[in-house]
């Protein structure tokens, strides 16, 4: 998951997969961006802000990921063009 940007284990983790492997980060916190294929990951899967007040309102209030329910965010994944489907 994207914790490990935030726990600074995520170059290991790259370095210690195989080379075969079908890489993807995953969880709400991850950054959406094509950066991510620079590293030879695959897919990355996360959540786009579509609605910054509604979130800021809803994180001040102490709301889980869970209770959002689609509340001013939206679930996004980006495949890397590398792999073919």
Do not use: C, K
């Not at 800021?56 to 329910?69: A, D, I, K, N, P």
């Amino acid at each position: 998951t994207s914790t490990a940007l935030i726990n600074g284990t995520m170059n290991n983790l790259l370095a210690l997969r195989r080379e075969d492997a079908l890489t993807m980060v995953l969880g709400p916190t991850t950054p959406i961006t094509p950066l991510w294929f620079d590293y030879n990951v695959d897919i990355v899967s996360g959540t786009l802000v579509t609605d910054p007040e509604i979130v800021l309102r809803l994180v001040s209030e102490g709301v889980t990921f869970r209770q959002f329910r689609g509340r001013g965010v939206q679930a996004v994944t980006m495949v890397s063009p590398r792999l073919q489907f």
